[in-house]
């Protein structure tokens, strides 16, 4: 699977870049292949956790917000349109 995202201002980042780029640049617009992607998964690619674990512990702890409101789902499915939120950085979810 090929991830690429666009930061503000059309500073692009691929994966591996992203870790470099997050502190400067908040809001990202992150393209995804197919219909979803799990709101874990999701954590884990942009590198706002460490492991999968960690993932479900930050969700757990309604520390993660989609589409504006706190959602306790670990699988929730993410899909183009919709934005989620962790500790100051926000993700645009499109196709």
């Excluded at 956790?49 to 993410?78: I, S, Y």
């Amino acid at each position: 699977m090929r991830i690429w995202g666009n930061i503000n201002d059309n500073c692009y980042f691929s994966q591996v870049l992203y870790t470099i780029k997050h502190y400067i640049c908040t809001m990202v617009t992150f393209k995804i292949a197919g219909e979803y992607i799990q709101l874990i998964q999701l954590l884990k690619v942009l590198n706002w956790v460490e492991h999968g674990g960690e993932a479900q512990a930050v969700v757990t702890a309604g520390l993660v917000r989609h589409n504006g409101q706190v959602d306790f789902r670990k699988r929730l499915k993410v899909k183009p349109g919709d934005t989620v939120e962790f500790r100051g950085k926000q993700v645009q979810i499109v196709g």
